[in-house]
């Protein structure tokens, strides 16, 4: 299995920007794809994962950022709107076999992309 990040990039705060997750290989007993992110400094953070079970949102994205996929292309996206300078970090998709909002709870990582807000 691999995932393939991309969309990250610089946008001005209030702005907003489309990040795009492609799953390849054997993908087919997995249930659930999430983004996590990590700051400068921080550790990983938990964004949003979309399952057939529904969709989860931290509470510090919730209202601002929206994931949604595309079973044909195996492709999850994250929507990104009025994105703040906080939300400047390192993105990473993610999937694994549970809907979980905990890190480990997923097997396969994607490369990870920048995003940059500025104020």
């Known amino acids: 299995v691999q995932l393939q990040a991309s969309g990250g990039g610089l946008v001005r705060a209030g702005g907003s920007l489309r990040l795009s997750c492609a799953a390849s290989?054997?993908?087919?007993?997995?249930?659930?794809m999430a983004w996590f992110r990590q700051a400068p400094g921080k550790e990983h953070e938990f964004v949003a994962a979309?399952?057939?079970?529904?969709?989860l949102y931290s509470d510090s994205v919730r209202g601002r950022f929206t994931i949604s996929g595309d079973n044909a292309k195996n492709t999850v996206y994250l929507q990104m709107n009025s994105p703040k300078p906080e939300d400047t970090a390192v993105y990473f998709c993610?999937?694994?076999?549970?809907?979980?909002?905990?890190?480990?709870?997923?097997?396969?990582w994607g490369q990870g992309t920048l995003v940059t807000v500025s104020s």
């Open positions: 993610a999937l694994g076999a549970a809907f979980s909002t905990v890190r480990a709870s997923y097997d396969y």
């Open positions: 290989g054997r993908i087919g007993s997995y249930y659930s």
């Open positions: 979309l399952s057939i079970s529904g969709i």
